[in-house]
């Protein structure tokens, strides 16, 4: 229990936390053997030379689900987060070896919805491939947890994300208003089996790959809210 109060801790005050160990690498094998016999034709896969990705990826090989929640990961997740959480958004991130894919310092500030509708406090609606996403009020984005699954050992030099603690203290925080003065830049390095767990609105960022390794990771977001009458998460499942 002391390390799960630690895990909590670092979450509430810096906004993020890793944990080792948490997938074996007999199931991590598992995984990475179904995402492979999967049809990737459908239109929530994308490909290209620096990224291959699998969006609502839980709905798209929903072989993987058996496999990642497992009692020590719902457990887990429920010590951490508290009851009443559910699973509202997943993709799959491959950075392939060669990939020169950059992200720069962001808030991760939209959900995915399965409709448009007007709301009071939800703004910035877009559509990509057929799903909505907007920018939710504050009270929504705060409650809502990101889980990241690594399926590689992950450092500076094949993409790890690099965060800036404590960062989803202040609300929205625009890239180009950062205090690098008052702030400091820390890297999550995870490895393979291992977990970050971190909120949404903590500014993190991810560098190109030069070591020629892959980073292959599964998101998960879960959220405790429901949303306004008219729409819903598209993707909302217990676990």
Known sequence: MNEVNRHKTEMKEKGFTTIDAVFSKETIAEI???IEATDSSGETFRKSADLFAIRQFLKAVPGVAQLIFKENFKRLIQQLFGEGYFVVKSIYFDKPEQSNWFVAYHQDLTIS???KQVAEGYEKWTVKQGQFAVQPPLNILKQIYTVRIHLDDTDENNGALKVIPRSHLKGIYRPEDIDWSIENECCCRVNLGG???MKPLLLHSSGRTVNNNKRRVIHIEFCNQELPEGFG???KAPF
């Open 32 to 34: 990475l053997r179904i």
């Open 195 to 197: 977990v970050m767990i």
């Open 233 to 235: 998460w598209i993707e």
């Open 113 to 115: 919805v399965d409709k």
